[in-house]
């Protein structure tokens, strides 16, 4: 009975380790499907990859959005406007 547990708990967590990467995946191709976001709005990043998990406020109204999903991490920096300025930080693990 107890391997049988074991079994499953290991199956479970490569079947969840799969699914955060292929998350990451997901969200790698959406940015590429952005293709150049000089000149896009907040909103229509948003629209095209879904919400951000992390804001943090800069100097002047500038602010900063993270996504992060399965391995995958991507830092905005946005300007008073709601508009792209840069990519601050990309990571895919």
């Known amino acids: 009975m107890a391997a049988g547990i074991f ?3 290991v199956i479970c967590l490569i079947l969840g380790a799969f699914a955060a990467h292929e998350s990451g995946d997901t969200l790698i191709r959406q940015f ?4 150049d976001m000089t000149g896009k709005t907040k909103d229509e990043i948003v629209a095209a990859v879904g919400p951000w998990n992390s804001y943090s406020p800069v100097e002047d109204g500038a602010y900063l959005l993270q996504w992060m999903k399965g391995g995958y ?11 792209f300025i840069a990519i601050t930080q990309e990571t895919s693990i």
């Open 7 to 9: 079994i499953f708990v």
């Open 32 to 35: 590429k499907g952005l293709g």
């Open 73 to 83: 991490h991507i830092a905005i920096l946005f300007d008073k406007n709601n508009v």
